[in-house]
């Protein structure tokens, strides 16, 4: 849109501007055209009054004005000059004196009336230029012609006199000089004299029969300049030069709807050039504007992939410098946020794995204290076989605990910490509680993480039978369904309450007095080792019990775990 707007403003301007310098150009040249026709009009008057000043001289040069070789040298003259037509002295009476050539005199000429005679005779000193008139003084010619005239002096038998010289001018060569002046189709030039007589106009016939009007009152307020003429139905520009030294004003008439075709010609190629430059700026645009925006917008849905998660897509977005630089920068800081995710992972991890190394280092002291303080009574009672059992079971499972820092065990060791673990705390609670295992041999073999039975057996003890009044059972099932292990720990203890069962996995419940391993710490170990599809799940109901199901996948040796194993 800004390209479209400074276009248009640039075309309006450059518009104005030509048709400014148009109209100026058109103006300039019907100057000069009319100049041109009154330098012609000029050098022809300046030359018809040198002829003049010959003829006055020669005749005043002779003795007698009846010499016939005065006769001789102005008929020579007149041959000479095409547009010569007659030279003539006549007295102040109006009595002929010469003539040349020789023609007879019509009557009723009225000379003494015709304004050539009477402007001579008003003005004597110069010579005076008549309008165009059909010549009637002699006989058999009716030629359009313009008179010179002045007094002079001449010489008849050594008396000098004074007399009219008249010399007729053929108007034909004015009329040529005129006609030839084209100010367009329509355009002409006039002329007109010092009165406003009309001397020449292309359609005089028109003016004499009124048929046409000119408007020549402005005209005299100019000898050398121009204006525009509104007096008409349609506007006309005119010009005005004045004719030295005779007075005439040679006016040119140009039509201004025809300078305006100029300015209609050029609007009408502005207009076409207006319509192919925009299409052709907005195409350029549309190609510039795709050519920089197409890559941008790749490289935008890039971004919103990574945006989403997708880390692992290289952008490959070219294009404009700047768009490739931005690509470049960007695949760099994906290479580092997926060097940083990988560093946050592997700390995580190893985080994870010094937690339970601690957990699974720090039996909880009170229990410990206790299975020693049952020892001791034992002892006292002098019960030396269940000291012995004691003593052992706490052994096996320190042993099986550490599991030579193994993290992953075979399913038959897991449970044998289990089952030790199940004799200490009988032997501590006495009759309170019995226990059974119900296993299947197939899922001896299975490996999995060790210490994820123990905590489950710890709750059922601490949390669902030490406050029963009567005797508690506990459970446990090992079974292999596909390929999946299905472990279950059961108790008939005083059970959960839905509420309390949410908050197991989130650490909102706490074990008091067990080893702290917790059932939180359980699940999550499972989920990280093995994925989100395997963990824990909960059944129980208040007064009744609580049923814990441990889910892994079934993994025969530790070739299938070499991966995980590391990374725990």
């Known amino acids: 849109m800004i390209t479209v707007v400074v276009v248009l403003l640039v075309s309006l301007l450059l518009y104005n501007k030509f048709v400014k310098s148009a109209e100026d150009n058109a103006y300039l040249n019907i100057q000069q055209i009319i100049e041109q026709v009154n330098s012609h009009l000029e050098l022809y008057v300046k030359g018809m009054q040198d002829i003049y000043e010959v003829v006055e001289q020669q005749i005043g040069q002779t003795d007698n004005i009846s010499d016939s070789l005065l006769k001789e040298q102005l008929t020579t003259l007149l041959h000479t000059r095409e547009d010569l037509v007659s030279v003539a002295l006549f007295t102040p009476d109006g009595n002929m004196v010469l003539d040349v050539p020789d023609a007879t005199m019509r009557r009723n000429t009225q000379l003494k009336e015709q304004s050539w005679f009477l402007t001579a005779l008003k003005e004597p000193e110069a010579v005076s230029f008549s309008q165009p008139h059909i010549q009637n003084l002699y006989k058999g010619q009716y030629k359009w012609v313009v008179s010179l005239s002045r007094m002079i002096s001449y010489n008849t038998d050594g008396v000098m006199k004074k007399g009219i010289l008249l010399v007729d001018v053929n108007f034909r060569t004015i009329d040529e000089l005129s006609s030839k002046v084209s100010l367009g189709k329509k355009g002409y030039a006039y002329i007109i004299d010092d009165l406003g007589n009309i001397i020449y106009h292309p359609q005089q016939q028109l003016i004499y029969a009124g048929l046409k009007y000119e408007n020549i009152e402005p005209v005299f307020d100019y000898a050398f300049g121009s204006y525009i003429d509104i007096s008409t139905a349609e506007q006309r520009y005119i010009t005005i030069r004045t004719v030295k030294p005779i007075g005439w004003k040679i006016v040119g008439v140009a039509y201004a709807d025809e300078i305006v075709t100029t300015k209609k010609d050029l609007q009408v190629f502005i207009s076409w050039f207006l319509a192919v430059v925009i299409i052709v700026v907005l195409l350029i645009s549309i190609f510039v504007s795709a050519k920089i925006s197409q890559p941008i917008r790749r490289l935008e849905k890039a971004v919103k992939q990574v945006g989403q998660g997708d880390f692992n897509t290289p952008i490959d977005v070219k294009g404009a410098y700047e768009v490739e630089q931005l690509s470049r920068r960007f695949n760099l800081m994906l290479h580092q946020i997926r060097q940083l995710m990988s560093q946050i992972i592997i700390e995580q991890e190893a985080k994870r794995k010094s937690e339970l190394d601690v957990l699974q280092a720090q039996i909880n002291p009170h229990f410990l204290y206790n299975t020693l303080n049952s020892v001791i009574r034992l002892v006292e009672r002098g019960e ?107 108790d008939n203890g005083l059970g959960m309450s839905p509420k309390v069962m949410g908050q197991l996995l989130t650490g909102g419940v706490k074990s008091a007095g067990g080893s702290g391993v917790g059932v939180k710490n359980v699940h999550e170990r499972i989920q990280l080792y093995y994925g989100k599809a395997y963990g824990l799940t909960f059944k129980s109901v208040v007064e009744e019990g609580t049923t814990v199901t441990i889910t892994l996948p079934m993994m025969r040796n530790e070739s299938e775990n070499a991966e995980r194993k590391g990374l725990l």
């Open 384 to 490: 030396t076989e269940e000291v012995v059992t004691a003593i052992t079971s706490l052994s096996k499972l320190f042993r099986i605990s550490l599991s030579k820092g193994m993290n992953m065990i075979p399913l038959a060791e897991e449970l044998e910490h289990v089952r030790h673990y199940l004799i200490i705390q009988k032997i501590r609670y006495k009759s309170k509680f019995n226990y059974n295992m119900d296993v299947q041999d197939e899922a001896l073999t299975c490996i999995t993480l060790k210490l994820i039975i123990q905590p489950i057996v710890e709750n059922a003890i601490y949390h669902g039978i030490e406050l029963m009044p009567d005797e508690g059972c506990i459970y446990i099932s090992v079974m292999v369904e596909g390929e999946k292990v299905i472990i279950s720990v059961t």
